[in-house]
């Protein structure tokens, strides 16, 4: 049975990034979960090869995989879950794409928003930003450690921090009440990806 991962690599949608080898590296050093962002002008067909090229990966190293947004193509491709953001589908119309049994990340950024994601089917939140990150744009202000730990205390469900997040940032997240972490740039601009994670997989422990 999929467990929800203390560390998730997002894939990085931006423009000329080496997807696979990047997921390689941090499933190869024990990255729990990967999840599937594509950039908003790749179609469902490339998605779903994509998605099913990092399944395959994901369950030789008996890894997580999950797709942002798109939940038609995790069902289709046979992923564990899906995670839906803010400008996306409801929690509760995206529980009930998924099924009871899928897991499904929604994001939020306080108390009130978190308890209304929980409500409605999610399994784990994905808080923050929790500090400036450039990887993707548009994004509100930064919540910090005080904003995570807010929501932390107000759900019983995992809390997996993002945004700007680093291995020497870990230790003030976790001591804020995340379970774990989830980064994108951190990784896939790194001269050395799976240094970079195993860095973070040693400070979460």
């Not at 939940?71 to 046979?78: D, K, M, P």
């Amino acid at each position: 049975m999929p467990s929800i991962g203390r560390l998730h690599v997002i894939t990085d949608a931006r423009p000329g990034r080496d997807v696979l080898s990047v997921v390689a590296a941090g499933l190869a050093v024990g990255a729990d979960t990967i999840q599937v962002r594509v950039p908003d002008a790749t179609t469902d067909r490339e998605a779903y090869g994509l998605t099913r090229e990092i399944l395959r990966m994901c369950r030789e190293s008996g890894a997580t995989c999950l797709v942002n947004d798109r939940l038609h193509v995790a069902l289709a491709a046979g992923a564990d879950g899906g995670h839906v953001g803010a400008d996306d589908l409801p929690v509760d119309v995206a529980r009930k794409i998924l099924g009871p049994h899928g897991i499904l990340g929604a994001t939020a950024r306080d108390p009130e928003s978190a308890r209304r994601a929980v409500a409605d089917g999610a399994s784990y939140l994905g808080v923050g930003p929790a500090y400036a990150t450039r990887t993707k744009d548009g994004l509100p202000d930064p919540i910090g450690p005080a904003g995570v730990a807010a929501v932390a205390r107000s759900v019983t469900v995992p809390v997996i921090a993002i945004g700007g997040v680093t291995a020497d940032r870990v230790g003030e997240l976790t001591a804020a009440g995340a379970y774990g972490v989830a980064v994108v740039g951190a990784v896939s601009e790194a001269a050395d990806p799976a240094k970079v994670t195993l860095e973070l997989r040693e400070a979460l422990r």
